[in-house]
């Protein structure tokens, strides 16, 4: 059967798109840090602190979820399925989150060839469809626990 390859592979692109949102909210801090307006550092805005701290939280349910799926994937767990197609879903809906808010935080310039965050934006939309999307592994998830 292919499915263990399949597992392999959503796994494999569950941690891209984990490193992909890491990637795009490291860059978005630091550009929260140095771009100003009103005289100080935009990342010093309540609102803007709580969008990045939500960022933060989806990022690192999406880091255990990956990291479960792939010991489990490791140790030939009869459970690995069903955590991969979990990993899959938390990577997508946090990397719909983090490539949308970053994108926002950066304003236009987040769409130009300056600044790599349209280009994070892309690649989230591709990778979100490649193997099954969120929707598809939401129900690949149910069906393997028996909901």
Known sequence: TIEPVLD?????????????????FDRTIEYLKTREQFGVPIGSF????????EMY??????????AAALEAL???????????????????EMLELVSN??????????????VDIGLFLKRARVAQQILGDAIYHRERYATLIGI
Do not use: F, Y
């Not at 939280?57 to 990956?66: A, F, G």
């Not at 808010?101 to 300056?114: K, V, Y």
């Open 46 to 53: 309540q609102a803007l602190k709580h969008r990045a701290a």
């Open 8 to 24: 392999g592979a959503c796994a494999g692109l569950a941690a891209e798109m984990l490193g992909t949102g890491l990637e795009a």
């Open 57 to 66: 939280c989806e990022i690192e349910l999406t880091r255990s979820s990956v």
């Open 101 to 114: 808010e970053a994108l926002q935080m950066h304003g236009g310039i987040g769409m130009t060839d300056e």
């Open 74 to 92: 490791e140790n030939n767990d009869t459970a690995a399925p069903a955590l991969v197609s979990l990993a899959q879903v938390k990577a997508c």
